[in-house]
């Protein structure tokens, strides 16, 4: 990663949830979307897809538990340029970018910005259609 935001998240507690690694080498920051069933997440493979959340912590093997924060404060992994207050939606490798237009699925707001692609930042994660 490039760079981390320099200010942390406000707090660790509520609103996550464990769910089960659809895949090896989850990586934190990304979006996760639903998996194959209830139990079990993927990171975003296109630009847009409805996410559930933010993953909170990496894995190393599919099947791994894994923590989705599905509301509240997390870092996220940016795909291109952002500043600190505009609407996120994933891009194409589960990283958040900036949303275009009416009818995007937002995944989070940013609280803090980043630069440059893959630089970490603070979001507020609450899924909604723009």
Same mark, same amino acid.
């Given at each position: 990663?490039?760079?981390?935001?320099?200010?942390?998240? %406000?707090? !660790?507690?509520?609103? !996550?949830?464990? *769910?089960?690694?659809?895949?090896?080498?989850?990586?934190?920051? $990304?979006?996760?979307?639903? =998996?194959?069933?209830?139990?079990?997440? $993927? #990171?975003?493979?296109?630009? =847009?897809?409805?996410?559930?959340? %933010?993953?909170?912590?990496?894995?190393?093997?599919?099947?791994?538990? #894994?923590?989705?924060?599905?509301?509240?404060?997390? /870092?996220?992994?940016?795909?291109?340029?952002? +500043?600190?207050?505009? /609407?996120?939606?994933?891009? +194409?490798?589960? !990283?958040?970018?900036?949303?275009?237009?009416? =009818?995007?699925?937002?995944?989070? !707001?940013?609280?803090?910005?980043?630069?440059?692609? +893959?630089?970490?930042?603070?979001? *507020?994660v609450n899924p909604f259609i723009?």
């Amino acid at each position: 990663m490039s760079a981390v935001a320099t200010t942390g998240v %406000i707090s !660790r507690s509520g609103n !996550r949830r464990t *769910y089960q690694a659809g895949a090896a080498a989850m990586q934190r920051g $990304l979006v996760a979307v639903q =998996g194959a069933d209830d139990q079990h997440v $993927l #990171i975003a493979a296109a630009a =847009g897809a409805q996410g559930i959340g %933010i993953v909170e912590e990496s894995t190393v093997n599919a099947g791994d538990p #894994i923590s989705i924060v599905f509301e509240g404060e997390a /870092y996220a992994v940016v795909g291109a340029p952002v +500043n600190a207050g505009q /609407y996120l939606v994933s891009d +194409n490798q589960g !990283r958040v970018v900036p949303s275009a237009a009416a =009818g995007d699925q937002v995944i989070c !707001r940013a609280v803090s910005s980043g630069a440059l692609a +893959n630089d970490e930042i603070v979001v *507020y994660v609450n899924p909604f259609i723009r």
